[in-house]
């Protein structure tokens, strides 16, 4: 199976800073790779596919780039609605599914 | 608005078993796949199985394989996730999740249900 780490595992942030979050995977995994963004009691919610693609209705702050093994998800603005956690989910190694184990924004 | 229900709270014994409903509504999502994804209290999000109405066998992460069963959207929409032999490390919100194939090939899981609260305890 695909295994899937983040980092940070936890980041304290100010409103306006420029947030990056880094997902590795165990092999290479083209452009397979999806972020959530999740805040507490919440369904996760699709924020980007495919790397790099904005799901719609997502504000343009949030970018995602990188294939193969390393990807990042970018926050420009951090604005007070961001402070969530965020969960990348590989789908290359379907039919089986893996999130990475989540990365926390709080604020500082 | 497309939306997917799911059964409410339940609290089972060490040993049994919980079955967990999710109703599609509003829209055609009886005919998509469904994931079944679960969060135990204060951690990530671990993919347990999902199920393709074409194929109709369940297709499930290694540690669930013997435990869970998955069926797909019945006449009435209803899709569920049945766990069995439960154990306390098994307390956890369970979420279902339907697939969409975006751009380049890559599925994604865009409508999930509100999540159901699994609790294990003697």
């Known amino acids: 199976d695909i295994q899937m780490t983040q980092s940070p595992s936890s980041l304290s942030a100010s409103v306006g800073d420029r947030v990056t979050i880094t997902c590795r995977t165990s092999?290479?995994?083209?452009?397979?790779l999806n972020w959530y963004q999740q805040k507490p009691g919440e369904a996760p919610k699709l924020l980007i596919y495919?790397?790099?693609s904005l799901q719609s209705g997502v504000p343009s702050r949030f970018s995602g780039s990188g294939s193969g093994t390393d990807f990042t998800l970018t926050i420009s603005s951090l604005q007070p609605e961001d402070f969530a956690t965020y969960y990348c989910?590989?789908?290359?190694?379907?039919?089986?599914?893996?999130f990475g184990p989540g990365t926390k924004v709080d604020i500082k | 608005q497309v939306q997917l229900v799911q059964s409410g709270a339940e609290v089972k014994m060490p040993g049994s078993s919980v079955k967990v409903s999710c109703q599609s509504s509003?829209?055609?999502?009886?005919?998509?796949?469904i994931n079944w994804v679960r969060q135990a209290p204060g951690q990530g999000l671990e993919w347990m199985g999902r199920?393709?109405?074409?194929?109709?066998?369940?297709i499930l992460a290694h540690k669930f394989l013997g435990r869970v069963t998955i069926t797909a959207f019945d006449s009435t929409g209803t899709a569920y996730m049945d766990l069995s032999n439960l154990r306390s490390d098994d307390t956890a919100v369970y979420y279902c999740?339907?697939?969409?194939?975006?751009?380049?090939?890559?599925?994604?899981?865009?409508?999930w249900g509100q999540g159901t609260l699994v609790t294990v305890s003697s």
């Open positions: 999740a339907t697939e969409v194939l975006m751009s380049f090939g890559v599925i994604t899981l865009n409508h």
């Open positions: 509003g829209g055609t999502l009886s005919s998509h796949s």
């Open positions: 199920i393709i109405p074409v194929l109709g066998t369940p």
């Open positions: 092999e290479a995994i083209s452009r397979s």
């Open positions: 495919a790397a790099s």
């Open positions: 989910q590989q789908s290359y190694g379907a039919p089986r599914f893996t």
